[in-house]
């Protein structure tokens, strides 16, 4: 579903709407998302055009997460009865080499290694309860587990460290994962989502790496107004709710209270009324900045303008 929200298909899928309705035709889009709430997607103008029918299936508990991983990077050779055909004869082919399959001592100690991994390793657990905690689907941990599962190297010595996985794989290919699923990410956002990200980028620039929903606010004013375009510019309310949408996305992440604005002793940062909490970017701003330059990612001239040339702009 989230390839819709490309602004090409945007405009399709609203003519077809569009001339569905003029014939009073009743059509329905199905399809499947990972976001809770797809119409945020969509312009103002197709989003009108639906109604805001979804089935939200449940998330797996944290330890079926675990269960999931362990399973989906379990080595056995006994999977080679699953084959059939040609893949099965493949395999087969290569074991009698000893060329592709380990030998048994590894596998036995893989095993061993990756059940310590998985139940008992504090750390590997406090990697994935993060993103866990962050809303990370199925989809997203079965991603991570092969991209792990890619950097092991071909055992030479039986017991060599670089040939199981561990924490320090997981943090490694996270980071990887992490840059690749916000560029797919960005392909499917608002034109006000770009201008508001770009915003943020622009905050960063001078130096400033938490910010309140007022200090970009404020930011993007000075924008608007050089443009003489304050008409056009989006309220303090909607702006908001692009943060938290973008929040949603794990794009920006909540600082809480990173100016001590708060000063009641039994404060907590929570506490904090949201127009005031601290928020930044959850990724390197020259990765957006880089990829609107190159075309790689679509916004209007003026949000372009916006992230190229910034000074001109104060």
């Known amino acids: ?109 893989y095993q061993n290694r990756l059940s310590v991994l998985v139940n008992k390793t504090k750390s590997f657990r406090e990697l994935i309860q993060f993103e866990y905690d962050a809303g990370e689907t199925a989809g997203y941990f079965l991603q991570l587990a092969l991209l792990a599962i890619s950097e092991l190297q071909a055992p030479t010595f039986e017991n060599e460290d670089q040939h199981f996985l561990s924490t320090k794989i997981f943090e490694q290919v996270k980071d990887q994962f992490a840059v690749d699923y916000q560029l797919s990410i960005f392909q499917g956002l608002t034109d006000a989502s770009i201008a508001i990200l770009v915003t943020m980028a622009n905050l960063n620039r001078t130096g400033q790496e938490y910010f309140t929903l007022e200090m970009v606010y404020m930011k993007w004013r000075q924008f608007h107004r050089k443009h003489d375009i304050i008409k056009q510019m989006l309220t303090r309310g909607e702006v908001q709710t692009v943060c938290e949408y973008l929040q949603q996305l794990q794009l920006v992440r909540d600082a809480g209270d990173a100016f001590g604005l708060n000063r009641a002793k039994m404060a907590t940062p929570s506490d904090l009324p949201r127009r005031y909490r601290a928020m930044y970017l959850n990724f390197s701003s020259s990765i957006l900045l880089d990829q609107i330059r190159t075309g790689s990612v679509s916004c209007s001239t003026r949000t372009r303008e916006w992230a190229l040339n910034p000074d001109d702009c104060d």
Not at 9 to 24: E, F, G, I, P, S
Not at 48 to 59: C, M
Not at 82 to 102: D, F, H, Q, R, T
Request: proline content about 4%.
């Open 1 to 109: 579903m989230e390839q819709f929200a490309t602004s090409k298909k945007q405009l399709l899928l609203y003519n077809l709407v569009d001339w569905a309705q003029t014939r009073d035709v009743r059509i329905g889009l199905l399809g499947v998302a990972e976001h809770s709430n797809m119409l945020q997607l969509l312009e103002m103008r197709v989003q009108s055009r639906f109604s805001n029918i979804q089935i939200i299936v449940p998330r797996p508990k944290f330890s079926q997460v675990l269960a999931f991983l362990e399973q989906s990077l379990t080595l056995d050779k006994t999977v080679l009865a699953s084959y059939e055909g040609e893949v099965a004869e493949s395999l087969k082919s290569y074991e009698k080499i000893n060329s592709m399959w380990p030998p048994d001592s590894y596998l036995e100690e």
